[in-house]
């Protein structure tokens, strides 16, 4: 059973800064793509960032220098370190694996940034 458990959300204060985590288990995850993805409410999920079982990383070119995606392999986590937020930044963050063209979503954490 594929499992994607995020942690790292909460309310913090814009110029604030959070670091997301995804620990997953169920995959194999060194050959996993894994991205990040966010959700505000009544707009459409949209990629945050992505990074290739090789490494290879891809950010939405609104957020390229604020935030930063990182893997630990030896962990199965995949982070996202997000600096100098934004109220706009608010919304729900999903973590996603990519396997073997099939996909997997995690329950979502919460981030929430207060002008």
């Known amino acids: 059973q594929v499992q994607l458990v995020e942690s790292g959300g909460g309310l913090v204060q814009a110029g604030g800064s959070l670091r997301l985590s995804c620990a997953a288990s169920?995959?194999?995850?060194?050959?996993?793509?894994m991205a990040w993805y966010r959700q505000a409410p009544g707009k459409q999920r949209e990629l945050v960032a992505h990074i290739s079982s090789g490494g290879l990383i891809n950010y939405a070119d609104s957020l390229k220098g604020r935030f930063a995606i990182s893997r630990d392999n030896a962990k199965n986590t995949v982070y996202l370190q997000m600096n100098s937020l934004k109220p706009d930044d608010s919304a729900v963050y999903y973590c996603?694996?990519?396997?073997?063209?099939?996909?997997?979503w995690g329950q979502g954490t919460q981030v929430t940034v207060s002008s």
């Open positions: 996603n694996a990519h396997q073997n063209l099939r996909s997997f």
């Open positions: 169920g995959i194999i995850f060194g050959i996993s793509a």
